[in-house]
């Protein structure tokens, strides 16, 4: 079963733009939202990450916003930038089980300079 | 420091062959973990660690075995591969405690079983 959707699979977004990633998760024990950035050839990287007590964390171009009654979050790129072009993934963690992730499809970003 | 590495970068096996990828990381982190990356369906994690001498199934584990008899190490074995096991596999780490903590990951090995 799939727990974490994530959606657009793919986004083709001008630079200069702003790209939206969408995520809805199932388990309300989930309490830890991080969402992933992996180049090619590449492992995923932490870009940025969300508790569910807030409703929005801001780290430079990247925005995380939370939404706990239904169980939705999203990634913002403000001013993106052809440097964004990779693929991003939403997860979720709960405590126990090592605090293992659950991580959406995945959406492929590209940004036209 | 080098972080999370993984031996090999690639592998061609054939069906019914196995093998053993090999994942390090000198952090001294207590979790390690261990996923596939297959196209339209994200990570998904095939077993964990919580720490040397100790393993546990996660959501995709059938025709894989894990070994941590070091803290360091966390090994995962293919005893007869099959085509649906061609995947991408990262091994990940993190530091016990801390609801918070990170997860590294590591370079990746991509598998081909013809």
């Known amino acids: 079963q799939q727990q974490v959707k994530q959606s657009p699979q793919s986004l083709i977004v001008q630079k200069g733009g702003i790209s939206i990633i969408n995520c809805a998760y199932e388990?309300?024990?989930?309490?830890?939202f991080p969402w992933y950035q992996q180049f090619p050839g590449k492992g995923p990287a932490l870009l940025i990450a969300i508790r569910p007590d807030v409703s929005e964390k801001k780290e430079g171009r990247f925005t995380i916003s939370f939404n706990k009654s239904a169980k939705q979050f999203s990634l913002h790129i403000m001013d993106s930038q052809p440097g964004d072009s990779a693929t991003y993934f939403c997860?979720?963690?709960?405590?126990?089980?090592?605090?293992?992730?659950?991580f959406g499809s995945g959406t492929q970003l590209t940004v036209l300079p | 420091n080098a972080g999370v590495t993984q031996t090999p970068k690639f592998r061609v096996l054939k069906t019914g062959q196995s093998m053993t990828l090999l994942c390090a990381q000198d952090?001294?982190?207590?979790?390690m973990y261990w996923y596939r990356q297959d196209p339209g369906m994200g990570l998904r994690l095939i077993h964990y660690s919580v720490g040397e001498g100790t393993t546990a199934k996660g959501e995709v584990p059938d025709g894989y075995n894990v070994s941590r008899l070091k803290k360091q190490n966390f090994l995962l074995g293919l005893e007869s591969a099959a085509p649906s096991q061609t995947s991408v596999y990262f091994c990940a780490s993190r530091l016990l405690g801390g609801t918070y903590n990170e997860q590294f990951f590591g370079p990746g090995t991509r598998l081909t079983v013809l």
């Open positions: 997860a979720a963690s709960r405590s126990g089980s090592a605090r293992q992730l659950t």
């Open positions: 388990n309300t024990a989930f309490d830890y």
């Open positions: 952090m001294n982190h207590e979790y």
